[in-house]
């Protein structure tokens, strides 16, 4: 079945630059999707990419896509302890399921 | 944008108590639903895929009688625990996608966090 890895943990300093990396089994996606979770809350979409796409920019946010390593990442530039929380990436490669990642929890130093 | 609600957002309940979680589609027609799991510092786990009007489709390994779903409307779905025992607590979420939407992004609720004492 599909399976989307991702590291457990990273620590960054406020104004710093984060990057979360992702990697995924399923060469049918279609569309890869980042999340924000805040603690004991629901999924906050943040960005997506359709797969035939390299690079996503929306603000502080640039995501890559690396179709051919199936490998997915999420900069963060100009860190703010507001961007502390779990970012899970999920992609859609069947007719409606999503698999979501293990999930990365960002902590920022002030 | 699109807007799914959860409600209730929180649940306290005895042991054998069954409890019921809506998940609304408050500005579009949700044709699809999908309720998911989450244990602490864990992935989201899906349990099952509500289609309107249609029996809902349950994951491998997820009981459908424990975990009774019904989406009767195109903006409303419902996850019914039943009989509920402390295994069951966890944090349930749902989302949403509507008709002509299978690769768009899916619209996610709160959550659900449900305590079984």
């Known amino acids: 079945g599909e399976d989307v890895e991702q590291s457990l943990f990273l620590s960054v300093r406020e104004g710093d630059s984060s990057v979360i990396n992702c990697t995924y089994t399923?060469?049918?996606?279609?569309?890869l999707y980042w999340y924000k979770q805040e603690p004991g809350a629901g999924l906050q979409l943040l960005t997506y990419?359709?797969?035939?796409?390299d690079m996503k920019q929306d603000q502080r946010l640039t995501v890559l896509l690396n179709k051919k390593d199936k490998h997915l990442s999420l900069r963060i530039a100009d860190t703010q302890t507001g961007d502390s929380a779990i970012y899970f990436c999920?992609?859609?490669?069947?007719?409606?399921?999503?698999?979501f990642g293990t999930g990365t929890k960002l902590q920022v130093i002030p | 944008g699109a807007v799914v609600s959860q409600h209730p957002s929180r649940v306290i309940c005895k042991s054998g108590t069954s409890v019921k979680i809506e998940c609304r589609s408050l500005?579009?027609?949700?044709?699809?639903m999908f309720w998911y799991r989450q244990f602490p510092k864990k992935s989201l786990m899906l349990m099952a895929t509500?289609?309107?009007?249609?029996?809902?489709?349950?994951e491998q390994g997820v009981e459908k009688d424990k975990f009774l779903i019904n989406h009767a409307s195109l903006t409303l779905s419902t996850l019914t625990v039943t009989s509920a025992h402390p295994e069951d607590s966890s944090f349930y979420i749902c989302s949403a996608r509507g008709a002509g939407q299978q690769n768009q992004p899916q619209h996610f609720g709160d959550g659900t966090r449900l305590s079984i004492l």
């Open positions: 509500s289609n309107e009007g249609s029996k809902a489709t349950y």
């Open positions: 399923d060469s049918s996606s279609t569309y």
């Open positions: 500005d579009f027609q949700a044709t699809t």
């Open positions: 990419i359709f797969s035939n796409m």
């Open positions: 999920a992609e859609n490669g069947g007719y409606q399921k999503v698999t």
